[in-house]
């Protein structure tokens, strides 16, 4: 059996069995695969950071490095409350985020919004 990590906001497994050849087995525990994926949802975080002081500089130069990483992280959680679990559509959710602001969603005039997030 082959396992992968789980996406961002995806299933967790408790542990991947992966067959290496014929007769080998490596197996890969619980708290190893929680460090892969926590190593992922930084690197993750770090490129996304990047990206939104670099492509929305008027957006993002009242708010601190830091602060970035923290609005990252609340859409991160956003996400994964909607069920939304890739890596690409965060980003895109991300940036909506950013620009019509955090809870854009709820906004009444916003119903297109609501829309395509009913569809995923």
Same mark, same amino acid.
């Given at each position: 059996?082959? /396992?992968? =990590? %789980?996406?961002?906001? *995806?299933?967790?497994?408790?542990?991947? $069995?992966?067959? #290496?050849?014929?007769?080998? @087995?490596?197996?890969?525990?619980? /708290?190893? =695969? %929680?460090?892969?994926? *926590?190593?992922?949802?930084?690197?993750? $975080?770090?490129? #996304?950071?990047?990206?939104? @002081?670099?492509?929305?500089?008027?957006?993002?130069?009242?708010?601190?490095?830091?602060?970035?990483?923290?609005?990252?992280?609340?859409? #991160?959680?956003?996400?994964?409350?909607?069920?939304?679990?890739?890596?690409?559509?965060?980003?895109?959710?991300?940036?909506?985020?950013?620009?019509?602001?955090?809870?854009?969603?709820?906004?009444?005039?916003?119903?297109?919004?609501?829309?395509?997030?009913?569809?995923?």
């Amino acid at each position: 059996m082959c /396992s992968r =990590l %789980a996406p961002i906001g *995806g299933r967790e497994y408790r542990s991947a $069995v992966i067959l #290496i050849e014929k007769h080998s @087995v490596l197996v890969i525990r619980e /708290s190893q =695969l %929680a460090r892969f994926r *926590g190593i992922r949802i930084k690197r993750f $975080v770090e490129q #996304i950071v990047r990206y939104l @002081v670099a492509e929305y500089p008027v957006h993002c130069r009242d708010m601190k490095r830091s602060q970035v990483r923290e609005f990252v992280h609340r859409s #991160i959680q956003a996400a994964t409350a909607m069920g939304i679990n890739t890596e690409g559509a965060i980003g895109v959710l991300t940036e909506l985020r950013l620009v019509y602001g955090e809870s854009f969603e709820r906004a009444p005039d916003r119903v297109w919004i609501r829309n395509i997030l009913a569809h995923r």
